[in-house]
């Protein structure tokens, strides 16, 4: 069989198993956030926490437990990893440094698993469990939330509030995150990624050279890292390390883990706002740029670009053989469609359409499927733009799913948009105007600005993936990295949450002979075009100046 | 009194960040860890591969098959180039762009360092000879690097090729259920095999 073929085929049995949880991992994540009753387990959780569950929240109750929930997490999450040396499990590692430990809480707290850091040679098992990999968790928990709120927005008629952000964040980890991550551990486990506590085994190699072969909880992690979009590896590798991807196949469940609950996401739109068509059109225009994004950077990198690669005759640098290019390539393209990060090839050393396609898909926002929750209120909002886009055309006023946007809600909806870019350009333009800044670039040239540009991509998107060769774990690039991080999750909460609360207060305006219907095509098309146009014309000028330079030279 | 509010927010923040931690961050691990070590205890541990009891290497974690020197040993198939010279402690990748001229000089070091090694034409010496992995451990090599390698390690060895080469294919995966991923040969599977049949 041709690689060619083999490679459609791998995408084939994905898209096959996506299609094939959708609807009901969809319609169970609905009955999720829309019943009414709590399982004995939540029940203790509440009492020991002092919420009273069935007290719903006005927009700004749910935005300040969202918050301090997080900041909370930063909190302990830097003090684990500042003590670590004093507490048990350290595997020998030492305290972690303030502007590293800063980074890194924000950056799992903000399910962005950006690592400064090099895993085996930083963290502890004890960080590594009971921090980063609680914060795996707790991150997507906080994301699904948030997005639930917003489609509870366009739902609920005439209402104050939103829900019970607690009650959302408790039973998105104990009726979703936490059994689908005992499923996908078990997986994992048995198709070889380690799980154990030694902190690994030293010995000497077959030609007698001492190998340090390491250890830890690492399936346990890669089961939530993957299906909640987070991306931190145990190692530094991350899933191209053998212990985290020891198998083809295994990578292949570790993409559709990552892309399972996004692609899920819509069917839960549709049904909670009770017309599971609109969930259709979402969920066809996430499909529709992924696709187009993955034919195009699978045909790239079929084409060994670049002088170095050419002289190679692949490119093959910063690539596993059991995986090979199509499986790699289907990785990095998942991982930047989605919030995650994790890779299974190394991005720096992807051909240059290669490397331009996945810092592509993070200056997409991260909506074709996007993080786990992020992905679908990102979308959600872009549905607001092109209605709006729509109705300038028309001279009507804009409405979605009979909700009226009027001057306060596309002003929100505007900031959100404007939010992400202007983190990236403003923190590259930064990077690039200091030697704090530009001293960490591996490669010279045009492709030494791209590694700054995809790192503040990663950052502001939530990503965490990196063009590996910026040299990121430094004081500038550690607090620089770690308040664009912070930004780039936060405001858009603010934004999203406050969009919901206007939503939620309004009636719903009756369908009429001249409302823009948004299941069909014609608005798939349109708010596929939106999504483009924004994110065209905003990264161009720079986008020519690093990837694209580098292309044509 | 919203200050008052977000006080009692962050106590129950921070009471569910515990419970989150103790069931989250302990129980769940801890409980994967009880059923890897009891269902697959060889897998958990890493897929150690011992000789004669004892251990030389972990099945999924590649190693260099050089001497003290640093010299390739033409007795052993030999691994990919590695950005972290198969130092377990220290995975990843080189990083270089597409255009970087350390890059291409690498390649064109590498391939002329096989080629001559290998007794072989530069033409015919494959990528993933001259590029380093993702890992650092890539424990395999594209069958058409084991290939080459074949007359060199016969030569070594004092037996006929295709001694070597039955070896080779006793080491090949094919793809995964036929078509995921890519063929790949287990270098250090096969240098054991190697030791084993025809002797250290």
């Known amino acids: 069989m041709s690689a060619t073929v083999a490679g459609w085929l791998q995408v084939a049995l994905l898209v096959g198993a996506l299609v094939a949880v959708h609807r009901p991992l969809g319609d169970w994540m609905a009955r999720v956030f829309t019943g009414q009753r709590h399982n004995r387990a939540e029940r203790v959780v509440y009492r020991l926490v002092g919420v009273d569950a069935d007290a719903e929240q006005r927009w700004p109750a749910y935005l300040r437990s969202v918050l301090v929930f997080s900041l909370a997490g930063v909190l302990l999450l830097y003090a684990l990893q500042r003590l670590q040396q004093a507490l048990p499990l350290d595997d020998g590692m030492s305290a972690v440094e303030p502007s590293s430990a800063w980074n890194t809480a924000v950056s799992f707290v903000t399910n962005t698993n950006w690592q400064g850091y090099a895993g085996e040679s930083t963290m502890g098992s004890l960080v590594q469990m009971a921090g980063l990999a609680v914060q795996n968790f707790l ?68 030609a007698g050279i001492t190998q340090h072969i390491p250890g830890g909880p690492v399936a346990s992690q890669e089961a939530i890292k993957q299906l909640g979009t987070n991306g931190g590896g145990f190692f530094n590798a991350n899933s191209a390390h053998p212990f985290e991807g020891p198998s083809a196949w295994i990578s292949l469940v570790e993409v559709f883990l990552l892309l399972a609950i996004p692609f899920s996401l819509p069917r839960t739109f549709g049904r909670m ?68 990060g994790a890779v299974n090839s190394m991005h720096d050393s992807y051909t240059p359409t290669g490397g331009l396609l996945v810092l592509g898909n993070m200056m997409l926002g991260e909506v074709a499927p996007g993080g786990v929750g992020s992905g679908l209120y990102g979308l959600l909002v872009l549905a607001l733009v092109a209605v709006f886009v729509a109705g300038l055309m028309v001279g009507r006023t804009p409405e979605y799913l009979g909700k009226k946007l009027g001057r306060r809600e596309m002003t929100l909806a505007s900031l959100y948009v404007l ?11 930064v990077a690039m105007s200091t030697s704090a800044g530009t001293g960490s ?33 430094t004081t500038f690039y550690n607090v620089a990295l770690g308040l664009v991080m912070a930004l780039g999750r ?4 603010v934004f999203v949450l406050a969009l919901a609360g206007r939503l939620a207060a309004q009636g719903h305006a009756p369908v009429t002979a ?18 483009l146009v924004v994110v065209g014309l905003t990264y161009l000028p720079v986008l020519s100046l690093g990837p694209i330079a580098e292309g044509l030279s | 009194m919203p200050a008052l509010r977000s006080g009692r927010q962050l106590v129950a923040a921070v009471r569910l960040l515990l419970v989150a931690t103790v069931v989250l961050g302990i129980g769940y691990p801890l409980a994967v860890t009880g059923f890897a070590q009891l269902v697959a205890p060889g897998r958990a541990d890493g897929s150690l591969v011992s000789v004669d009891g004892e251990v030389v290497g972990s099945a999924l974690v590649g190693q260099a098959f050089t001497d003290a020197a640093g010299d390739p040993l033409p007795q ?66 594209s069958p058409a690097y084991a290939a080459i390698q074949v007359d060199r390690v016969a030569a070594a060895r004092g037996v006929a090729p295709a001694v070597v080469r039955q ?17 790949h040969v287990r270098v250090l599977e096969l240098n054991l095999a190697l030791d084993r049949e025809l002797g250290r």
């Open chain 1, 514 to 531: 001249g409302t823009l219907p948004t299941h069909r095509p014609l608005f798939v098309g349109l708010l596929t075009a939106v999504v």
């Open chain 2, 167 to 183: 070896l080779v294919d006793d080491a090949t995966a094919g793809r995964d259920l036929g078509f995921v991923g890519a063929p």
């Open chain 1, 139 to 206: 991150s997507a928990a906080v994301g699904l939330a948030v997005a639930v709120a917003l489609v509870r927005g366009f739902a609920r008629t005439r209402s104050g509030t939103l829900g019970n952000a607690w009650v959302d964040i408790t039973r998105a980890v104990t009726r979703i995150l936490l059994p689908l991550s005992v499923l996908a551990a078990v997986v994992l486990v048995l198709g070889g990624v380690v799980q154990n506590l030694s902190g690994g085994t030293d010995l000497a190699t077959l």
């Open chain 1, 441 to 473: 670039m591996l490669n010279a040239g045009p492709h030494g600005l791209s590694e700054v540009l995809y790192a503040f991509t990663s950052a502001a998107n939530n990503n965490g993936s990196a063009f590996a060769g910026l040299s990121a774990n």
């Open chain 2, 76 to 141: 052993y198939f030999q691994s990919r180039p590695s950005a972290s010279g198969y130092d377990g402690a220290a995975s990843g990748g080189s990083n270089l762009g597409p255009n970087s001229p350390d890059l291409a000089d690498l390649v064109a070091a590498r391939r002329a360092a096989v080629a001559a090694f290998d007794g072989v034409d530069p033409g015919d010496v494959p990528p993933d000879a001259v590029t380093a992995s993702a890992s650092g451990l890539d424990p395999d090599i």
């Open chain 1, 490 to 493: 936060f405001l858009p909460i």
């Open chain 1, 419 to 429: 939010t992400t870019p202007a983190l990236v350009l403003v923190g590259t333009a």
């Open chain 1, 273 to 340: 706002v009770g017309d599971r068509r609109q969930g259709y059109a979402v969920v066809g225009v996430m499909a529709g740029l992924a696709a187009a994004s993955l034919a195009l950077a699978t045909w790239a990198q079929a084409r060994a670009g670049g002088a170095a690669l050419q002289l190679a005759g692949a490119a093959a640098e910063g690539q596993e053989v059991r995986f090979g290019g199509p499986l790699s390539v289907l990785f990095g393209t998942a991982t930047t469609l989605t919030s995650t």
